[in-house]
């Protein structure tokens, strides 16, 4: 991709053209709660993340099954960035909510933090994007039957941004990086 492709993304804001009826991203927001506990936590006494993982990838996954209204499965996990650490009985919250709708693949951010119960601030500890594609009784991929309604400026720059991704896992892809 060059940096003119790059540029062209970045600068589009206009909502996309889509025919399929549309669904909000607050009709699909996930949120979940986790109290982390003993089985949850790693050999340096911090949350494992292969745990975090797993919630990050469950609320994603209701999150593209509540856009879908069908059945997904995850494609790519990728962006998957740990900022901070979690311990012993912290409440991590878990954010997902879609970005971009594709064909028959849409993304999901998913913002993973600590929440402190004093004062109710919350501490980023994880940033993840994950593909699910929407896939029919025989497990091969469906069309999403409705596209994404964007309501504001940082939804607009996430799909864009959402896009660029798209780009870039492909190219990742076709060049078996
Ligand atoms: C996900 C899966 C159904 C895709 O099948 P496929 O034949 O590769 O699908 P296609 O090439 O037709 O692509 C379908 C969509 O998925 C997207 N996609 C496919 N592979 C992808 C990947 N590795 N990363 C990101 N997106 C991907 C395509 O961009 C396309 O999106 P679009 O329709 O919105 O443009 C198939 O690879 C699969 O079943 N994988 C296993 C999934 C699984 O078991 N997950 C749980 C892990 S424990």
């Known amino acids: 991709m060059t940096e003119s492709d790059l540029n062209q993304l970045v600068s589009q804001t206009a909502a996309p053209q889509d025919t399929r009826p549309l669904r909000s991203q607050e009709r699909s927001r996930t949120r979940a709660t986790h109290t982390v506990v003993h089985g949850d ?17 469950e609320a994603a996954g209701i999150a593209a099954r ?19 650490p979690a311990y012993l009985n912290e409440i991590v919250v878990i954010d997902a909510y879609v970005t971009y709708v594709g064909k028959t693949s849409l993304e999901v951010r998913v913002d993973s933090y600590v929440e402190d119960v004093a004062t109710g ?28 309604k964007l309501d504001t ?12 991704r798209k780009m870039i896992r492909r190219e990742r892809q076709e060049q078996g990086i």
């Open 121 to 148: 601030e919350r501490k980023q500890i994880n940033v993840a994007y994950l593909t699910e594609v929407c896939v029919g009784e025989d497990e091969r991929p469906r069309r999403i039957p409705f596209g994404l």
């Open 66 to 84: 509540r856009h879908c209204g069908g059945s997904v499965t995850t494609a790519c996990v990728d962006s998957l960035v740990f900022k901070n």
């Open 153 to 164: 400026d940082e939804q607009r720059n996430e799909w864009h941004m959402a896009q660029i």
């Open 41 to 57: 936590m790693n050999g340096e006494n911090r949350l494992f993340g292969g745990r975090l993982m797993e919630w990050i990838d």
